[in-house]
Nanobody, 119 residues
């Protein structure tokens, strides 16, 4: 079955950096669009960044110029490099993909990794 395993979160000071990883299994990783979402306490889950099978990327306005999403198809892993972190980036970050099956589309999520930006 499809499995996404998130890792790399932690506590970092404002202005610092972290790199998140999402290891995928059970899917044809190279053809899937992969994304990172985040959810802060009391807020809705929001899209942070996506990367298509062809390597095209898109970012939330709040992270443009600071975050970079990338993928390694050989390792079936997607990364989120986060630089110049701010307190408002504090959230649980989730890896995501969608897989079509017939007329339906199924969402798959990682278990989440906590990112805390604080001095």
């Amino acid at each position: 079955q499809v499995q996404l395993v998130d890792s790399g979160g932690g506590l970092v000071q404002p202005g610092g950096s972290l790199r998140l990883s999402c290891a995928a299994s059970g899917l044809l990783f190279s053809i899937n669009t992969m994304g990172w979402y985040r959810q802060a306490p009391g807020k809705q889950r929001e899209l942070v960044a996506v990367i298509t099978s062809g390597g095209s990327t898109n970012y939330a306005d709040s992270v443009k110029g600071r975050f970079t999403i990338s993928r390694d198809n050989a390792k079936k892993t997607v990364y989120l490099q986060m630089n110049s972190l701010k307190s408002e980036d504090t959230a649980v970050y989730y890896c995501h993909t969608k897989i079509p099956s017939g007329r339906n589309e199924y969402n798959y999520w990682g278990q989440g990794t906590q990112v805390t930006v604080s001095s």
